[in-house]
């Protein structure tokens, strides 16, 4: 059982990247699925959930309007669109998942990929 998030890069400030959380061993369709990030120095921090459906989205407000996640069941992924990107949104950025009900509380969250570091930066 295993998660592996990808996609991370360096970007400059206003650009766009895609991350993608893949499920290896099990499928993510019964999961509801977070994407959290921690910067250095700095306590982890819930980005944005989705419920196992896709039905319900939620983001934080640091990244609303500006993040959108999604997930394809039949490839067994779930995305992380990011646009205008911030040099603040420079973190490790891990996807997480759980059974149940979606939430942003990290403590929930069972199985966990390994990070994927984003650097906003000109």
């Known amino acids: 059982v295993q998660l592996q998030a990808s996609g991370g890069g360096l970007v400059q400030p206003g650009g766009s990247l895609r991350l993608s959380c893949a499920a290896s061993?099990?499928?993510?369709?019964?999961?509801?699925i977070a994407w959290f990030r921690q910067a250095p120095g700095k306590e982890r921090e819930g980005v944005s959930c989705?419920?196992?459906?896709?039905?319900?989205?939620y983001c934080a407000a640091s990244v609303k309007g500006r993040f959108t996640i999604s997930r394809d069941n039949a490839k067994n992924t779930v995305y992380l669109q990011m646009n205008s990107l911030k040099p603040e949104d420079t973190a490790v950025y891990y996807c997480?998942?759980?059974?149940?009900?979606?939430?942003?509380?990290?403590?929930?969250?069972?199985?966990w990929g390994q990070g994927t570091l984003v650097t906003v930066s000109s």
């Open positions: 989705i419920s196992i459906g896709g039905g319900n989205t």
């Open positions: 997480a998942a759980k059974f149940g009900i979606a939430t942003m509380n990290h403590l929930r969250y069972d199985e």
């Open positions: 061993g099990f499928t993510l369709d019964g999961y509801a």
